[in-house]
């Protein structure tokens, strides 16, 4: 079946750096685009990142554009957030996403998140 592991998250000082990594089996990794989501508390989850199957494309947030880089490596079936220069504002809950089409369904995955906490 179809499992997503984030790792990566912690307590960071404002302006620090932090690198999430998003394990993934299951699915064919390779065919497929993959996103990372946050959610801060009493938010809605947002989408902070896109990546393309090949990794060749990608699109951010707004709020994230020039700080974060979302990468992966389909060779170990795994995505990466790059997040530098953070602020408070970044302090969520970090999921990874697989869209997976099954028997011509599509189908959202959620990994188990990782806690991200911004803070002095």
């Known amino acids: 079946q179809v499992q997503l592991v984030e790792s990566g998250g912690g307590l960071v000082q404002p302006g620090e750096s932090l690198r999430l990594a998003c394990a993934a089996s299951?699915?064919?990794?390779?065919?497929?685009?993959m996103k990372w989501y946050r959610q801060a508390p009493g938010k809605q989850r947002e989408l902070v990142a896109r990546?393309?199957?090949?990794?060749?494309?990608?699109d951010y947030a707004d709020s994230v554009k020039g700080r974060f880089t979302i990468s992966r490596d389909n060779g170990k079936n795994t995505v990466y957030l790059q997040m530098n220069n953070v602020n408070a504002e970044d302090t969520a809950v970090y999921y990874c996403n697989a869209r997976v089409v099954e028997r011509s369904i599509p189908r959202d995955y959620w990994g188990q998140g990782t806690q991200v906490t911004v803070s002095s």
């Open positions: 299951g699915f064919p990794f390779s065919l497929y685009s």
């Open positions: 990546i393309s199957s090949g990794g060749g494309s990608t």
